[in-house]
């Protein structure tokens, strides 16, 4: 959080509580924040700016025939058999235009890349609010041949939005506009569906898997910050029909930090008073509910203290909230079996814990899972202790807004290339890591 933001929450934080002036204060330092920061966060599951995509049913290790876990042996370019290295590698040229908070879905197979700003965009330490233009650009790219191929643009600027895959289409929605899209990479066709209501500052997409009888489609949950009053800030797709249906309202009221995750088979949803926000750089409590039937049940109505930008992330019988700070995270686990918490980091099972990051190189993101790793900062955290593994710093790039776990790889892409910076580029990485022994 940047010394403007710090000193206009700290002046609303006065002793004497949280008036309606102090909450249109918060209100208006968090967004101007928020916007300059816009262009350097990351999540996919996801924020505006950036996206940061789930690969179901691939694992970083595999078993071999002897019963050891084994490195695994991606396909690389021209489709030669590449080991993991740990060093990050550029990956081939792609056919779009730079863009700035582009939205990344990846398929299983393939990393969709459209929407987001052509330049010039407002620097991330820049005061200001200006936009690049909507973009409708579209391409994928292939990791195991590292090639692209251009898809038809969208029928309609996306822009900044939220992207999930929905098991045989992307979905992908524009942050302020809530223009829903919905695209067949396999053909290149686009099908704009209803618009979702609300103009989202924070918030993602969580899919939900489809049943029996629903041909199919999965569903999903668009989430947002909570300013009662206006527009429900939780919707729900369908995917078989392509509507939108508002959630039941939850119980904990105006919130700017939320986060949901499908797990145990419901919704879950971990959301930080609006008060907690003002000094939760240094860590206060959040409040955790679960959706059951119509009725949203509280779970625990005061976490561990959790920092601002928390992310719901299951992980095997586990739901972590995995903090956006930079190293050293305090991510928590609750277990619904006990209905308890503990802290999750890998000194606590074990591992000597990570040294200091560097100053230099790209920053990585907020949080994003993949089914055995989580990041945290510009850290890559094993979800199955005591392993660990450090994302190396990347060149170039100040940050990367598309970030997507491939299942063996991390593919970041586009973005701005310095802090000063206005123009977005088209370039992007590509790290296969190693698994800790």
Not at 211 to 223: C, I, L, P, T, Y
Request: charged content about 20%; aromatic content about 6%; proline content about 10%.
């Amino acid at each position: 959080m940047d010394d403007r933001l710090h000193e206009a929450l700290r002046a609303a934080a006065a002793p004497r509580g949280v008036d309606d002036a102090d909450r249109e204060r918060m209100r208006a330092a968090v967004t101007a924040a928020r916007h300059r920061r816009s262009v350097r966060r990351t999540v996919l599951g996801a924020v505006a700016a950036v996206l940061v995509i789930v690969a179901a049913g691939t694992v970083l290790g595999v078993v071999g025939p002897d019963g050891r876990d084994d490195q695994t042996r991606p396909a690389g370019p021209s489709g030669r058999d590449v080991a993991p290295t740990g060093d990050w590698a550029p990956i081939a040229a792609s056919p779009l235009a730079g863009s700035a908070n582009a939205v990344g879905v990846w398929t299983g197979t393939e990393l969709v890349v459209t929407g987001g700003e052509e330049g010039p965009v407002c620097p991330p330490i820049a005061d200001c609010y200006r936009s690049g233009t909507p973009s409708a650009q579209a391409a994928a790219y292939d990791p195991a041949a590292d090639t692209w191929r251009l898809l038809p643009p969208a029928s309609q600027p996306l822009g900044p939005g939220f992207g999930a895959w929905l098991g045989d289409r992307a979905l992908l929605v524009g942050a302020a506009s809530g223009v829903t899209l919905l695209l067949d990479p396999a053909t290149g066709t686009w099908e704009q569906v209803q618009d979702v209501p609300g103009h989202v500052i924070d918030g993602g997409l969580v899919v939900i898997p489809s049943k029996d009888g629903k041909d199919g489609a999965d569903d999903a949950v668009r989430f947002s910050y909570d300013k009662r009053g206006t527009a429900s800030p939780d919707y729900r797709f369908d995917g078989a029909t392509g509507t939108w249906a508002p959630l039941p309202a939850d119980p904990f009221g105006e919130s700017y930090d939320r986060s949901m995750a499908w797990f145990d088979g419901r919704l879950w949803l971990l959301s930080m008073a609006a008060e907690n926000h003002v000094g939760a750089y240094d860590g206060k409590p959040s409040r955790l509910a679960v959706l059951e039937g119509d009725r949203w049940r509280v779970v625990d109505p005061a976490t561990p203290d959790l920092t601002q930008g928390q992310w719901l992330i299951p992980q095997g019988d586990l739901l972590v909230a995995a903090e956006n700070s930079d190293p050293p995270a305090r991510n928590q686990a609750y277990d619904p079996a006990t209905g308890t918490w503990r802290e999750f980091v890998p000194a606590d099972h074990g591992h000597p814990g990570l040294p200091d990051a560097p100053d230099a190189g790209c920053l990585l993101g907020a949080a994003a899972a993949g089914p055995a790793w989580i990041t945290a900062g510009d850290r890559l955290v094993s979800a199955l202790p005591p392993d660990a593994l450090e994302v190396p710093r990347c060149p170039g790039h100040t940050a990367y807004q598309v970030v997507a776990w491939a299942g063996e790889r991390l593919i970041l892409w586009g973005g701005l290339p310095a802090q000063d910076s206005s123009e977005p580029v088209d370039d992007g990485l590509v790290w296969v890591p190693r698994r800790p022994q």
